[in-house]
Structures are given as structure tokens and as C-alpha cells.
């Protein structure tokens, strides 16, 4: 083989195409091989290391959710017929398929009272980024306003794609944990293709979705891009009755555990004007030749084996699974399910904010209104206090600055509630909360 | 249209695009044999008017069951007109289209590119029609 291609030796073929200065002049430093048993008992200590929202009392939120998932979920997702394929590349032959695709993206576009579903992307962030390339594509500007109450993780997904789109990014700052309204018209200039907000933002906070839009629309009309908690929807007014055009969204609160982070999907739904330039796959409702119903995977020129460089994106692996999970847990609520939940999050979480807010040392960091989430100002170290809550087996929420990085974010502590946190654990939160910010005053002589 | 047809006032261009020139003005469109390899148009995409074009370079899309295609400018100028009727209904690129689908109309920006343009009996034996 050496001498049909020409060289010596397996190290010449090296030293011609790696250049000298990015290779390694001696072997990897790694250890030496361990016998099977021995590897387990290794993984075995490291997964120990882990703690799960099963273990503590987690009041963890920023965008993933301690949800209850029933156990129709796992039954129905763990059919092999779902739990294995790959994307589909003959697409059709999988009627279930494509009918879990098309039930989803019906749910999803009654959720967000959009017209058109696609049928999932990746996760939150990168379905916010492939709206503002959407956008782009749309009317061809170059600008991405976004609000500073999108989650920081959001913001640096969104700038690390803007940057290979080519454009920029201006971000508006918030007033008293919501949008600036004035700095947000201010901001969108006739060089904006998107504007985009949270719902709730990063704070908890309700943002006025209708006035943000509507300024949005009188200043230069760019894409309004919502990125939505899809299981406040029961209760909050959909995107699509708030003037906006794009609605997308981390799904994972959907039917979807934790697990450690991911996988999850991202929703993305839109006005019908959108439909062509709209990234990932959509499942369509047809009648075969005898006028049965079935499903096709519609409008496929947009996608990338058809039309390749210039494809609306390049999703090829599909999160349908997740999505199924998602459909799934929706079917399970059922349209009066979403809104008793919506209407559940809303009490404990004024419950909370009640009880934690009137603790000694702690504040609630805005008076803005709030669903299921919402920001605590602590008169003391968020680390060490969160720290001192874990001894007691309480994770009492989000370090807020440490997430974010912003110096005004000092103190905050982020909650979340779900229909898994009782009343009883948020009077155990705010016994272990209240002991912990008066030791930690106390210790370092507040 | 269910023969090949290339009517002689036409200007053709080899990316089977037609040229139809009226003084400082042209209509632009695509040939029969476009339309026939495209298959049945679901969609066009047209530019807006005002917006410059450039001979050989694209200017549209046009989207069939099988793919989308770029239209190729035979000629610069900029758009004064487009077939906005397409917009609810492109069948008649594939059903006329040297008539009702044609799909921009440009004010010509240099009329002597016309000379480099095919006439329907050179553009109709490139194509092996």
C-alpha cells in the first residue's frame, strides 16, 4: 500500500501533509489500559459524583424544567419503530413517522397560534438563530436586535451564528427586568431584519409582548422573533395574538427530562409568508391515490438535498424523538391540561415568591409579573449560599451572574417552580433559604 | 404548452432564458425547455422592482416539485415590472411561457448586449429541439 501511493513509510505520509508546528513530538500522555471491571468501578464513582433533581430539592430553572413526565411518554417513545430510525431519507415509507411529525407541528402551531410548525430543531438557542438567519433571508438587513432578557446563553449562540451570517448584533438593554421599551424602538433602525424578545425573559419577568411587537412593526417592520416557555402558553397570550411573526423556543419543558442538559428540541413556528425560508422539516397531510389520508414531508426544496449551499438550513439529524415526547405530553395535558398548569405554576410561584420575598435578607428583584420563574435579590454571596443550601439537600435555584456575567446581576438568585414543587417543599425552601443568607450575613459580619 | 415552441421575435440566452426587446425595455422569461426539464412551478420568487440585474447572473428563483432554480439575466438593467399574478398562481410559466408567464419586465441598461443573445434558431438546435 505504502508503495502504491509512493512513500516510505506510514510517518512520511505525516510529515508531508500535517505542518511541523501543530504536531506532537511525543505520545499522548495517557494512562495505561484498565481491565474492564476496574473501568466500571471508575464510571461507576464519577456518575456518583452527579446529583439529580430526583436527590435534592431542586428549585433549578433558566430554561430546563423538573416536570413531571408521564410514564405514557417513555412507554410510547421507547417503540422501537420510534426509538431507532435515523432521519428519514425515504421518508414516506414511515407513515407513523411523518403522522408524529405532522401531530406535532398541529400542536405547536395551536400553542403559539402560528399557522406553520416545522417539525423541531435542535434546541432553544439555535432555533433563535436560525430565526434571525430566517430574517436574513427574508428582507435581506443585517441587524439582529435582541433584548438582554433572552438568556445569556441564547445571546452568545445567536452572536457566534451571527458572525457567520454576516451580521451584527445590537443588544437593548433591560429596565427594571424587562425590555427597555424605549431603547428597544430605538434600536431597530431600516437596517433590522430581526427584533427579538423573550417570553418570560431570563428574569421571570412577562415582557408586554403586544407593545414590544407593535413598536417593532411602526419602526421599520423587521422579523419579530419571540423565544417562548411553550408550557406558560396555557395561560400567557400566544405569540401569534401578540403580533409576532416568528415564535421559537426551548422544548425540553414538554415530556422531556432533565437528563444532565439534553437532548431536547427546539420549536419554531411562523406566519405562513415565512414558510418558504423556513429552516429544518415539515411533515404534510396529503390523500394517496384511493383518497386515504397520508403524510409526505412537504416544501423539501428548501432543505439542504435539494438545494444544497443554499439550503434554509442544515439540520439533518432530527430531533423527533424529543418532539414525539413533546406531542405525546401535550396529548396527555390535553387543552384544558395546559391551561390547569399554566393556572397551578402561576399560584405557587406567587406562593413563593410571597414567601421567599419577605425572608430577611431577601428581596424579589422586580415587581414585574411572572409565571413560573422569577428573580430573588439576596442580601448576600449567591455561591455560598447556594452552597449552604446544598448541605441541607436543597438546590434553592440559579446563580444569576454567575450565568450571565453581568455586574447588575450580583445577588440574584434565580427560582423556578414546577407541578413537582409542593407548597410544603416551598416552606422547606424558605426555612433552609432564610437560615442560610442570615449565616452567611453572619459570617461575614453583615 | 405541450410542444417545444421558440418564437422567432425572441432573444434567447444558453441558460434558457428569452429576451422579449422593446426599444429601451425588455420582458424576460423562461424558454419551453426550461420549463419541461423544471417540471410543474409551484413557486416564484420574484425580485423586488427597482433592484438591479445582471446579464448571466441570477435574479430569481423558480421552484418546481423537483427543485429550485436559479433564473439567469440575459441581459442588465433594472427591474421596472414583475408578474405579480405568479405570486398566487406560476402554472402559467409551464402553461405560456412567453405570454402570461412571463416574470420581470427591466429597463435596459445596455442595449447592445442584445448582440450576444442566441436568435430561436440557434437557441432551438442547442437545445436539440
Redesign the interface.
Known amino acids: 500500500m505504502l508503495k502504491a501511493i509512493g512513500v516510505a513509510s506510514v510517518q512520511e505520509i505525516f510529515d508531508r501533509q500535517v505542518p511541523a508546528g501543530v504536531r506532537l513530538d511525543r505520545p499522548l500522555a495517557l494512562p495505561d489500559g484498565l481491565p474492564e471491571q476496574e473501568v466500571y468501578e471508575h464510571l461507576r464513582a464519577l456518575a456518583e459524583r452527579n446529583t439529580s433533581a430526583e436527590q435534592e430539592l431542586s428549585f433549578l430553572g433558566a430554561g430546563f424544567y423538573d416536570h413531571y413526565v408521564p410514564a405514557l411518554v417513555d412507554m410510547l417513545c421507547e417503540r422501537s419503530e420510534f426509538l431507532t430510525p435515523y432521519t428519514p431519507y425515504q421518508p414516506e415509507i414511515s407513515q407513523g413517522g411523518l403522522q408524529v411529525m405532522f401531530e406535532y407541528q398541529t400542536a405547536i402551531s395551536e400553542l403559539t397560534a402560528l399557522p406553520v410548525s416545522n417539525a423541531s430543531v435542535y434546541e432553544g438557542p439555535s432555533a433563535v438563530a436560525a430565526a434571525g438567519y430566517m430574517a436574513k433571508l427574508h428582507n435581506g438587513r443585517r441587524r439582529l436586535v435582541i433584548s438582554g432578557g433572552v438568556h445569556p446563553h441564547t445571546l452568545q449562540t445567536l452572536r457566534t451564528h451571527a458572525r457567520g451570517y454576516g451580521m451584527d448584533l445590537v443588544e437593548v438593554p433591560i429596565r427594571d427586568a424587562v425590555t427597555d421599551a424605549r431603547a428597544w424602538a430605538e434600536a431597530i433602525d431600516a437596517d433590522t431584519s430581526a427584533a427579538i424578545f423573550a417570553q418570560p425573559n431570563f428574569y421571570g419577568a412577562v415582557e408586554d409582548a403586544e407593545a414590544l411587537s407593535a413598536a417593532a412593526r411602526q419602526r421599520h417592520d423587521p422579523v419579530v422573533v419571540a423565544q417562548v416557555d411553550p408550557i406558560v402558553l396555557g395561560v400567557l397570550r400566544p405569540p401569534g395574538e401578540c403580533g409576532v411573526d416568528v415564535a421559537v423556543g426551548e422544548g425540553q419543558a414538554l415530556g422531556n427530562r432533565l437528563d444532565y442538559g439534553g437532548p431536547s428540541f427546539g420549536l419554531f413556528a411562523a406566519r405562513e409568508q415565512f414558510v418558504r425560508r423556513m429552516p429544518g422539516r415539515i411533515a404534510g397531510e396529503t390523500t394517496d391515490l384511493d383518497g386515504r389520508r397520508g403524510f409526505v414531508l412537504t416544501l423539501q426544496t428548501r432543505e439542504q438535498h435539494i438545494r444544497r449551499e443554499r439550503a434554509t438550513s442544515n439540520i439533518c439529524t432530527a430531533q423527533a424523538l424529543n418532539a414525539l415526547a413533546a406531542v405525546v405530553y401535550l396529548s396527555w395535558l390535553g387543552r384544558r391540561g395546559i391551561v390547569e398548569l399554566g393556572e397551578l405554576l402561576l399560584a405557587r410561584t406567587a406562593y413563593a415568591r410571597r414567601a421567599l420575598g419577605s425572608l430577611e435578607g431577601v428581596r424579589p428583584a422586580h415587581e414585574q409579573p411572572v409565571v413560573r420563574e422569577f428573580a430573588l435579590a439576596l442580601d448576600a454571596d449567591v455561591a455560598a449560599v447556594r452552597r449552604r443550601c446544598a448541605e441541607q439537600g436543597i438546590n434553592p435555584g440559579v446563580d444569576v451572574q454567575a450565568l450571565s456575567g453581568r455586574p447588575q446581576d450580583q445577588g440574584l438568585l434565580l427560582v423556578a417552580l414546577t407541578e413537582r414543587r409542593s407548597k410544603s417543599d416551598i416552606d422547606r425552601l424558605a426555612e433552609v433559604l432564610g437560615a442560610a443568607v442570615a449565616a452567611e450575613r453572619e459570617a461575614v459580619g453583615v | 404548452m405541450a410542444d417545444a415552441s421558440y418564437p422567432s421575435e425572441l432573444l434567447y440566452h444558453p441558460e434558457h432564458d428569452w429576451a422579449r426587446v422593446e426599444g429601451e425595455e425588455a420582458t424576460l422569461g423562461i424558454t419551453w425547455y426550461a420549463q419541461e426539464q423544471l417540471g410543474e412551478v409551484v413557486?416564484f420568487?420574484p425580485p423586488a422592482p427597482g433592484t438591479s440585474v445582471s446579464k448571466d447572473a441570477p435574479y430569481a428563483e423558480v421552484?418546481?416539485v423537483?427543485?429550485?432554480s436559479d433564473v439567469i439575466a440575459p441581459l442588465s438593467g433594472e427591474i421596472v415590472a414583475v408578474n405579480e399574478a405568479l405570486a398566487d398562481d406560476p402554472s402559467a410559466i409551464n402553461e405560456d411561457p412567453y405570454g402570461e408567464g412571463w416574470l420581470v419586465r427591466v429597463r435596459l441598461s445596455d442595449p447592445s448586449e442584445r448582440d450576444a443573445l442566441m436568435d430561436a434558431a440557434s437557441y432551438s438546435s442547442s437545445v436539440g429541439g
Open positions: 413557486f420568487e421552484e418546481s423537483k427543485a429550485v
